[in-house]
């Protein structure tokens, strides 16, 4: 069982920074490509940001292509969702989720709110 906590979320201007967490608990953490999705209202579950189980390779959504970066820390059992440049459209619910190699999301966060002002 993994169990995944988000954190970092908030309210910030057009053009300012965020930086969220997920930092799990429970089986290994390095088994598990680590996922950032994001939910709109009124819209659908989207795909923002994948990270490979050693942090060697790394997808993004074109939208945050060149503002936002995954990254993540094994030993602190943690992975990253450094938001630069953030934009209005950026606003949504951030969740992060543990993806086996089967390509099955076993685990979800419970997500946090991010918030951006125009």
């Known amino acids: 069982q993994v169990h995944l906590v988000e954190s970092g979320g908030g309210l910030v201007q057009a053009g300012g920074s965020l930086r969220l967490s997920c930092t799990a608990s429970g089986r290994t953490f390095s088994t598990y490509a680590l996922v950032w999705f994001r939910q709109a209202p009124g819209k659908e579950r989207e795909f923002v940001a994948e990270i490979s189980r050693y942090g060697s390779g790394t997808l993004y959504t074109n939208a945050v292509k060149g503002r936002f970066t995954i990254s993540r820390d094994n030993a602190k059992n943690t992975v990253y969702l450094e938001m630069n440049s953030l934009k209005p459209e950026d606003t949504a619910v951030y969740y992060c989720?543990?993806?086996?190699?089967?390509?099955?999301?076993?685990?979800w966060g419970q997500g946090t709110q991010v918030t951006v002002s125009s």
């Open positions: 989720a543990a993806k086996t190699q089967f390509g099955q999301y076993d685990y």
